[in-house]
Nanobody, 116 residues
Framework: QVQLVESGGGLVQPGGSLRLSCAASRSINSIYAMGWYRQAPGKQRELVASIYRDGSTSYADSVKGRFTISRDNAKNTVYLQMNSLKPEDTAVYYC??????????WGQGTQVTVSS
């Protein structure tokens, strides 16, 4: 069983920045993809950003140019740098791992609140 532990959430003012971290209990070097999802109250969970084994990335249109996903294979950690935060970015953010064997794992989530 793989464990994913998120950290770095909190309360930030509009226009501010946060960096989320997701530490995995196993190597992420050969993982198909790592991603960040978010779920706001009353809304479905949505994919925010993904990073693939070859290092390529993809983003939801709503965060392009503001969020950056990255990883440190040596630390088995994935990051989400969030800049120019908006109130609509408020949500619980979840880390996700997908393997080549159709396995999928989730973290417990970390709350991000953007408010003045």
């Amino acid at each position: 069983q793989v464990q994913l532990v998120e950290s770095g959430g909190g309360l930030v003012q509009p226009g501010g920045s946060l960096r989320l971290s997701c530490a995995a209990s196993r190597s992420i070097n050969s993982i198909y993809a790592m991603g960040w999802y978010r779920q706001a109250p009353g809304k479905q969970r949505e994919l925010v950003a993904s990073i693939y084994r070859d290092g390529s990335t993809s983003y939801a249109d709503s965060v392009k140019g503001r969020f950056t996903i990255s990883r440190d294979n040596a630390k088995n950690t994935v990051y989400l740098q969030m800049n120019s935060l908006k109130p609509e970015d408020t949500a619980v953010y979840y880390c996700n791992m997908r393997t080549y064997y159709n396995e999928e794992y989730w973290g417990q989530g970390t709350q991000v609140t953007v408010s003045s």
